[in-house]
Every structure is written in structure tokens, then in C-alpha cells.
């Protein structure tokens, strides 16, 4: 397997984070303005994003891990499976790419290229919501690395498409993300106040998720002709 540089890899978490907010946003003022019905707008931000996510994950997973999220990333460091300088580097990629992608999506539909949201995503059930969301993501990526590595990026998609739908949030599990939203006052948008109990829901479900799984998913050994769970990651 090719091994690429960490400017390489730096490049592809800020191409991958970037085309995945301008889809966001981008779906997000295309549903707005095609239809009055939110059920109908939330449906057509749904599609396209899981969509992308198959996309970017296939294509540039091979040359960074395809983490595009700094909740991933930090569960990745925890995991010791990515060193903390490069951590840092990739979370700053992420956000950097986030925010390109929303001006991007702003210059497609001649909004202005920054526009701090005014849409109210507050309280408990939401930050809950997140927590849930970011638990789940991490869950799924883990689980799928384990068992069918080649199927991870439809299992993502998959995931985010379904959870944008069962979490009142409509499931943002990305800071990053998070924080590019705050930068579009359109149907995506988070106000920029609401935004540190969005991130730290989402880093709180994350690390539960890492741990859980760690757990779940260590591997068995035989003691005695009995199976055993080795619970080291």
C-alpha cells in the first residue's frame, strides 16, 4: 500500500473537509431554494451528503485515512494510531478546508462570501442529539475497519444519511463542520453562540465511542478452549 507524506495527507483531509461543507451548504441553499417544505429541504441535504461522503471517503481515504472530522481524528490519536503533532496538523486542515468549503458554496449561489449564521441550535436535547450522532459515527468507522474495511466508506454515508433523520440535531458529528456552518446563515447554519456545546457534545460522544468499542471490539483469545476478549485496541 502506498504510503503518502504528511503534506499530502494534510492536503487531502482540506480537499475532503471542504467538498463536504460546500455539499452541505451548497444542498442546503439549492433545497432552499427549490422548495418551501422543510421535511423535503432536510431531504434533499441528506442525499447529497451521504452521497459525497461515499465519494471522498473511496477516493482520498487511501491517502490520509479520509478523516475530514476532528472528533475522528483525536479517536485515532487516542487509539495511537496517529502521532499528536500530526493530529494538530490535521485538525487545522479540517477546519481551514470547512471554511474554504462554505465560501465556495456562498460563491456558487452569490451569497456573501461569509454571512454568520442567525439559525438557533441550542439546549439539551440537541447537545444530547450530537453526542449521540458523534457516538454512532465513531462506532461505525471502527466496527467497519474491524470487520469490512472495504465497505467503510458506504457504511459512513450510510450512517450520517440515517442520522440526519433519527437525531434532533440532524446530525453534525464534525467540529469542523460545526464550525463552517457557523459561517453560512442558510438552512445548514448554527449560530456562532451555539456552537461550543455543539463540539463539545460531539468530542464527548466520540471519546465514549472509542472506549466502548476499544472494549467491544478487542480481540479474542483462547484460554482454556474459551474464547476471551482482549480489550487493548
Request: aromatic share 8%; proline share 6%.
Amino acid at each position: 500500500m502506498d504510503t503518502f507524506d504528511l503534506p499530502r495527507r494534510l492536503a487531502a483531509e482540506a480537499l475532503g473537509t471542504g467538498i463536504l461543507v460546500a455539499t452541505v451548504v451548497g444542498s442546503g441553499i439549492m433545497a432552499e431554494t427549490l422548495t418551501k417544505d422543510v421535511a423535503l429541504a432536510l431531504l434533499c441535504n441528506t442525499l447529497p451528503t451521504g452521497a459525497i461522503l461515499v465519494v471522498l471517503i473511496t477516493v482520498l481515504g487511501p491517502i490520509s485515512g479520509a478523516h475530514f472530522n476532528p472528533a475522528v481524528t483525536l479517536v485515532f490519536t487516542g487509539r495511537r494510531e496517529l502521532p499528536v503533532n500530526e493530529a494538530v496538523l490535521y485538525i487545522a486542515a479540517q477546519i481551514a478546508g470547512g471554511a474554504v468549503g462554505t465560501m465556495a458554496a456562498h460563491l456558487m449561489f452569490a451569497h456573501p462570501l461569509i454571512d454568520l449564521s442567525m439559525k438557533v441550535r441550542t439546549g439539551g436535547p440537541q447537545w444530547f442529539a450530537e453526542a449521540v450522532a458523534a457516538f454512532g459515527l465513531v462506532a461505525t468507522i471502527l466496527a467497519g475497519i474491524r470487520f469490512q474495511r472495504a465497505a467503510v466508506p458506504w457504511l459512513v454515508g450510510l450512517y450520517i444519511t440515517a442520522a440526519y433523520w433519527f437525531t434532533a440535531s440532524t446530525s453534525f458529528a464534525n467540529p469542523a463542520v460545526a464550525i463552517a456552518r457557523c459561517l453560512t446563515n442558510t438552512f445548514a447554519g448554527i449560530r456562532p453562540i451555539d456552537l461550543p456545546g455543539f463540539v463539545l457534545a460531539e468530542l464527548c460522544g466520540a471519546m465514549a465511542g472509542m472506549l466502548l468499542m476499544n472494549w467491544l471490539l478487542g480481540r479474542p483469545k483462547l484460554r482454556g478452549g474459551v474464547a476471551i476478549a482482549e480489550t487493548r485496541p
